[in-house]
């Protein structure tokens, strides 16, 4: 087993930009760890910032989606693209969040056996259908999220959340990204 983050050899910057740095020991400290994901992106510090700013304004920004919302759309793609490293760190995500392993387990295994309301498996619904068929969605699948109370804005977030996973998920299966030995253990 090697400690590169990818299966692909592109060593981090040495040294690391100090923002850089400064973001890593602020993940160490929340985290306990760096993400490999990070870890990834540390070759090139363009790549990294910008793969960070779309993350942290999607998963932590403004949003009348909550952050566990957002998470379970990111599984839910992850799981459809079979994103080892996603399914591993954002099952974790949803585990801790939720309060309830069972649901995050289900949520990577098969998002339609967790116990969800009609809300949660609409958007979940439509952002499988932006992951698997994009091209097919017509007014009717924004209706029925408007119908469960989501909002335009709503909608536009929960397609811009989707839409980074599958970029995310496919960068992280063709690279080999690895997920931290950590993720498998927490909110257990």
């Not at 400690?3 to 020991?25: I, Q």
């Not at 924004?142 to 599958?166: M, N």
Request: net charge negative; aromatic share 8%.
């Amino acid at each position: 087993m090697t400690d590169r983050p990818t299966a692909l050899d592109l060593p981090p910057m040495d040294p690391l930009p100090d923002a850089t740095a400064r973001y890593f020991a602020l993940c160490e400290d929340k985290l306990g760890m760096v993400p490999n994901v990070l870890r990834a992106y540390a070759f090139d510090a363009a790549k990294l910032d910008a793969f960070t700013a779309m993350y942290n304004d999607l998963m932590l920004g403004p949003s009348a989606l909550s952050k566990l919302e957002r998470e379970m759309i990111a599984v839910v793609v992850s799981a459809a693209n079979r994103c080892w490293y996603c399914q591993v760190a954002h099952g974790a995500a949803v585990r801790a969040l939720s309060g309830d392993p069972g649901l995050g387990e289900a949520m990577v295994m098969n998002w339609r056996a967790a116990p969800l309301d009609a809300r949660q498996t609409a958007m979940l619904r439509f952002a499988e259908k932006v992951t698997l068929a994009s091209h097919t969605i017509e007014e009717a699948d924004r209706d029925a999220l408007r119908a469960q109370g989501f909002t335009d804005r709503d909608i536009w977030d929960i397609a811009a959340v989707a839409g980074f996973f599958a970029m995310s998920n496919r960068v992280a299966s063709a690279t080999g990204m690895r997920p931290n030995p950590d993720y498998h253990a927490q909110a257990r």
